[in-house]
């Protein structure tokens, strides 16, 4: 099976643009969480979908958003960046057993 | 409040000799735990769950880890490191009620000496 894809690897924006990340998850599963990786930070999660709808949401601001598709594509999209954005952006999906996720290779975000 | 502490930020060690990565959760249930592993640029490899039963669980690469309930600890294990072990290391609680989360450790880099 294709592990968790996620495009672009790469992104340099300014502040004040906005960025749209995409996670395909691994065939079959359905939850798609996304997490926000800074040195400072940790891990942190942003939130969750299960079978296109949002099933957990971290404390992030109203600037982060997300959405699946009927295929468990997810899309998050950040409006309005900031310096603070910066960050690598990580996928995971997970199936059958909740507390099994498989994590992508991450979106590095690069805000200047 | 749900949380997980690695208290060593940066881990040396050469080549061969073992390695023990500790990591501390505060949980009001039993909870499941996780130890990942990320190079440089990658995203999370999962190394070995726990969940229930035996206390010394097994993973890929080498690498096991026991769970102590009565010290609140999962701490990483390997006898021999190798230089490809070099990496950061993340240990993860995963809920057990309600919404399935995850919490995450601040990770342990591991730096390996030829």
């Known amino acids: 099976k294709a592990g968790v894809t996620q495009t672009p690897r790469y992104l340099i924006k300014t502040r004040g643009q906005q960025v749209t990340l995409s996670c395909s998850p691994i065939?079959?599963?359905?939850?798609v969480s996304w997490y926000q990786q800074t040195p400072g930070q940790g891990l942190q999660f942003l939130f969750e979908?299960?079978?296109?709808?949002?099933?957990n949401k971290g404390n992030f601001p109203g600037r982060f958003s997300g959405r699946q598709f009927s295929n468990s594509r997810s899309e998050m999209n950040v409006s309005t960046l900031e310096l603070g954005d910066s960050a690598l952006y990580l996928c995971?999906?997970?199936?059958?057993?909740?507390?099994?996720?498989?994590f992508g290779p991450g979106t590095r975000l690069t805000v200047t | 409040a749900q949380s997980v502490t690695q208290p060593d930020i940066h881990i040396t060690v050469s080549e061969g000799a073992s390695l023990e990565l500790r990591c501390n959760y505060s949980?009001?249930?039993?909870?499941?735990l996780f130890w990942y592993v990320q190079s440089p640029g990658q995203g999370l490899q999962l190394l070995l769950k726990?969940?229930?039963?035996?206390?010394l669980v097994q993973g890929i690469k080498g690498f096991e880890a026991e769970f102590k309930r009565s010290q609140s600890s999962f701490n990483l294990r390997k006898p021999s490191v190798h230089w490809s072990d070099a990496a950061e290391y993340f240990c993860a609680v995963g809920t057990t009620s309600g919404t399935y989360k995850y919490i995450f450790g601040t990770g342990t880099r591991l730096k390996v000496l030829a």
């Open positions: 949980y009001g249930a039993t909870p499941y």
């Open positions: 979908y299960f079978s296109e709808t949002q099933r």
């Open positions: 995971a999906s997970r199936g059958q057993n909740p507390y099994e996720q498989y």
């Open positions: 726990y969940f229930s039963g035996d206390t």
């Open positions: 065939s079959g599963h359905r939850s």
